[in-house]
Structure formats: structure tokens, C-alpha cells
């Protein structure tokens, strides 16, 4: 019976967590680019007890934004970002606009979600955050040097949070 809003919600990781929490009941909030009305009519018939769909690009600052507004208005039991985008090759030949994307959502669009939904759980004291991070934090492989750095910052942010967060 949790409220649970779910960045990239729509494939991979994302969809799988959705469904699972369908089925014990949740109440889906499905942060995702387009309305996909197959996927909220499979977590209904999972047995969420409702599927809502915000549709927005996390990829710009005024889509965050607006998410984080919608969220305020919203009871937020858990977040989980998850929302993210991967982005490979030599340096130098990784378009910088895709560089720039990929950190806003891996980065930035997750911690401005975090912001936005902590005073609420504080509040109530009671709440979770779940942050999608990769091999790649801790893995540094050539070819992935924005994409790691991107999920080490996760990490990272996530690891400072669990500490300030701790009592």
C-alpha cells in the first residue's frame, strides 16, 4: 500500500521493480517521457492499487523542476531513482550535449528529486530513497569514463545521505 514514485519506470530495472511492487499493492507514481498505457493497464493487473503517470524529460532542469513541484503535492513513501542514461566511447569523441544529458539525469535529476521529497519524509520520519547506481561507481573500465563518473557521484551522494540521515 505504499506510494512510490518511480523514475524510468518504463523498462529494465525500473519496470521490473514497478511490477513487483504492483503486486504487494503500491500505489505507482511512473516518472517516464511518454504515457504508456500497456504498462499502467500490466501493473493494474498486477495489482497495484493505482498506476499514475507523470510524464517528463528529466534530461532538462525545467522537466526536474516541475517534477519536483508535482511531488510536493504528492505523499511520497519511497523514491526510487532510477531514471538514467548511458554514455560510452573514447572522451573526445562522445558529443558533449549527450555528456551534458546524461549528467543531468544521472546526477543533478537525482539529487534534486532527493531534495524535494526529504522534507516530507522527515516530517512524517518515515520514508526511503532508493538510488540506481552501477558496477561502473567502483569499475573503471575504459570507454565509460563519463558514465562512471556519473554513477561514482551516485555513490557517493548516496553514501553522504545514508550518513546524515542516520539517526
Do not use: W
Not at 516518472?31 to 532538462?60: F, H, P, W
Not at 505523499?75 to 542514461?85: H, M, P, T, Y
Amino acid at each position: 500500500g505504499a506510494n512510490v514514485l518511480i523514475t524510468g519506470a518504463n523498462r529494465g530495472i525500473g519496470k521490473a521493480v514497478a511490477k513487483r511492487l504492483a503486486e504487494d499493492g503500491a500505489h505507482l507514481y511512473l516518472a517516464i517521457r511518454k504515457n504508456d498505457l500497456a504498462l499502467v493497464t500490466e501493473l493494474k493487473n498486477a495489482g497495484a492499487s493505482e498506476v499514475e503517470v507523470i510524464e517528463v524529460d528529466l534530461s532538462t532542469r525545467v522537466g526536474v523542476e516541475t517534477l519536483a513541484a508535482k511531488m510536493n503535492q504528492l505523499k511520497i513513501d519511497i523514491l526510487f531513482n532510477n531514471a538514467g542514461l548511458l554514455t560510452g566511447g573514447l572522451l573526445e569523441d562522445q558529443p558533449l550535449d549527450d555528456i551534458y544529458s546524461m549528467l543531468q539525469v544521472n546526477i543533478n535529476a537525482l539529487i534534486h528529486l532527493s531534495h524535494a521529497v526529504l522534507p516530507q519524509m522527515l516530517k512524517r520520519k518515515k520514508g526511503l530513497i532508493i538510488n540506481h547506481s552501477s558496477v561502473s561507481a567502483v569499475m573503471h573500465l575504459p570507454c565509460a569514463s563519463t558514465y562512471a563518473a556519473s554513477k561514482a557521484a551516485v555513490l557517493a551522494f548516496t553514501n553522504c545521505l545514508r550518513q546524515e540521515l542516520k539517526d
